[in-house]
């Protein structure tokens, strides 16, 4: 029979079974074989294979498929005899998070009791005909039909790992499939913390607090440490794209390709055209090509086209394009621009959603996202800067780089705003400046946490990075609260080609009766009552006072006050010389003194 070619297969047994043409990725059952209480956390982009392998792990696993063992036979896991004492010995547990809703926290709840009815009613199946205890048997009914309270959701999995530890004398294996798939797009920093607030009790009853798991499989697109939610997991192993553990199993290798072609006689020189187009990953120690695109490629006769681009989740989206500033946007087109060019970043392997749906993200915070979701290849350099790894960082290959065509056009875009916004600050033209403030205001999602009353420095905080990002340029050094005169400055920009030194002021305000342009002449008086520009070489600085509400903005300027030493011998008096009338020479100090 002629095999045919798998498109978005997610039943092993269908897999294997079905005369599809297939890569043998069974070693990854002796990976996680003897491991006992750990949680193995594997990140990948999408369609990688990620779904698959843990479908392959509840047929290996899963004492429900004892009469399914034969699947098996002839693949590599076939052939390792430390692994047979635990093939089909254990109930286990599966879940995919990809159906939870997170538009509400009473609609996230609603989809978790969901996923739990399904998980119960399987339960029902693998108890059917065992004796177990009258009040689990009521806990997995009331589950089933989800009628559980907000106290016993989160304590669920826990509490059937327990049950069948009591019918099997076996713990549980629990697999959960895409975990951080229903945060992926929440635009509200609010939202997702209110989410994972949700989320976080579920995890840790699952996994940290369960003592009848034999080991957990958790696969997603990138980690969320900075929400707490690794601490969720008991010993857990992270296996991120920039691990050596794990490099292997996700994705296809250049024997794997070769193999491919053989298998389906394609002429051998097509690997060239193939790893122009799909290969180009770097996966801990092991170069990496996109599986599902070198399968949709052979399936379509050799044709190569960008497949991957528009699989939805962990991508170059409107809101990340939206929140990202002008320097990383200028730095990513030039690797576009340059495709063999590479920079070094720090990279993040532990970056959270919520950095990449707040506004002014740092450069190296979308780096680390884009190398999680799979846009650009990450190689250590071996050096660190703050525990994070430094990592050459480029284009991936040809399919990947169509996808930065968006964002190519924004750094265009953007460049040309910046340049303009850059021009009104030297010239000292405040209506174009604040056109272009309100501008790049107009581009940011706003919910009701920027016009909290009680927290008017984080509202001030929101509004100075999002000028700070968009004002900086790669080739333009400045800083944001660094120490000056009496004070910390809100934006810096120091002299520079010929250019004068600039000093920035943000006030912002919720009350749309406030006078703006008084508001941004408070900045200035700041500015000049903290002697912020007292500095040397500051003479000739340009101030500049910013009024802010909503995104509504008023620009004022100011320059920097004339201040003489007492020493100054021309004919010009203080104020109070003049008011008494003493002459110059009728000082009595003459030491010099600012004055």
């Known amino acids: 029979m002629e095999k045919r070619y798998p498109d978005g297969m997610k039943d092993f047994r269908d897999l294997v079974s079905g005369g599809y043409y297939f890569v043998d990725k069974t070693m990854m059952i002796a990976e996680v074989c003897s491991a006992k209480d750990q949680t193995f956390l594997y990140t990948r982009p999408r369609r990688f294979g990620k779904s698959i392998n843990l479908s392959m792990l509840d047929y290996y696993f899963n004492v429900k498929y004892k009469d399914d063992s034969d699947i098996f036979k002839g693949l590599r896991i076939d052939n390792c005899e430390q692994c047979k004492p635990y093939k089909n010995a254990y109930p286990v547990i599966r879940m995919n998070f990809g159906d939870l809703r997170c538009e509400s926290v009473s609609a996230f709840k609603m989809s978790l009791q969901s996923l739990m009815s399904s998980v119960a009613r399987e339960a029902k199946k693998i108890l059917k005909g065992k004796e177990f205890d009258s009040d689990d048997y009521e806990l997995i009914s009331c589950a089933s039909s989800k009628s559980l309270n907000d106290i016993d959701v989160p304590m669920f999995i826990k509490q059937l790992c327990r049950i069948y530890y009591d019918v099997f004398s076996m713990k549980t294996i629990i697999l959960v499939d895409e975990y951080d798939h229903c945060i992926q797009n929440i635009h509200s920093p609010e939202r997702f913390e209110e989410i994972i607030e949700q989320l976080r009790p579920f995890m840790e009853q699952t996994f940290k607090f369960n003592e009848c798991i034999q080991f957990g499989v958790v696969t997603g697109i990138m980690p969320l440490a900075k929400t707490s939610m690794l601490s969720s997991f008991n010993n857990a192993v992270v296996c991120s794209t920039l691990e050596a553990q794990g490099d292997e199993l996700f994705g296809f290798t250049t024997e794997d390709v070769i193999q491919l072609l053989r298998d389906t006689n394609t002429p051998p020189q097509k690997i060239d055209e193939i790893r122009e187009w799909y290969d180009g990953y770097h996966f801990g120690n092991v170069d990496v090509y996109n599986p599902y695109s070198v399968i949709m490629y052979l399936k379509n006769k050799c044709s190569p086209e960008g497949y991957w681009n528009g699989m939805t989740g962990g991508g170059i989206s409107k809101d990340l394009l939206s929140n990202m500033g002008s320097r990383s946007l200028m730095s990513l087109r030039n690797l576009y621009e340059h495709p063999e060019s590479m920079m070094e970043s720090p990279i993040d392997n532990r970056i959270s959603y919520s950095d990449m749906i707040s506004p002014a993200v740092n450069p190296y915070e979308v780096y680390s996202y ?123 920009f120091p002299a520079s080609g010929g250019k004068p030194p600039v000093v920035m ?57 004339v201040r003489r030493t007492s020493c100054d011998r021309s004919d010009d008096r ?22």
């Open 370 to 492: 884009l190398a999680m979701a799979g846009y650009l290849k990450t190689i250590r350099t071996g050096k660190m800067i703050d525990v994070m790894p430094v990592c050459k960082i480029g284009m991936v290959n040809r399919e990947v780089s169509e996808a930065f065509i968006s964002l190519v056009k924004k750094a265009d875009e953007v460049e040309t705003r910046v340049r303009e916004a850059m021009d009104a600050v030297y010239q000292t033209d405040a209506p174009l400046l604040k056109a272009d403030l309100e501008s790049v205001l107009s581009g940011i999602a706003m919910d009701e946490s920027w016009r909290l009353k009680e927290n008017p420095s984080l509202r001030h905080n929101r509004y100075r990075d999002v000028i700070m990002a968009y004002l900086m340029t790669p080739d333009m050094v400045s800083a944001e609260e660094i120490p000056k005169g009496y004070g910390n400055t809100d934006i810096f």
């Open 505 to 561: 002021e943000i006030k912002t305000t919720v009350d749309e009766r406030k006078n703006l342009i008084a508001l941004a002449e408070e900045g200035l008086d700041q500015i000049r009552i903290k002697r912020y520009a007292d500095e040397p070489g500051m003479r000739d600085a340009i101030l500049v006072g910013v009024g802010i509400w909503m995104k509504t903005v008023e620009v004022v300027f100011g320059t920097v006050p």
């Open 574 to 595: 203080s104020e109070g010389d003049r008011l008494s009338g003493l002459p110059i020479s009728s000082r009595s100090n003459t030491s010099c003194s600012t004055t």
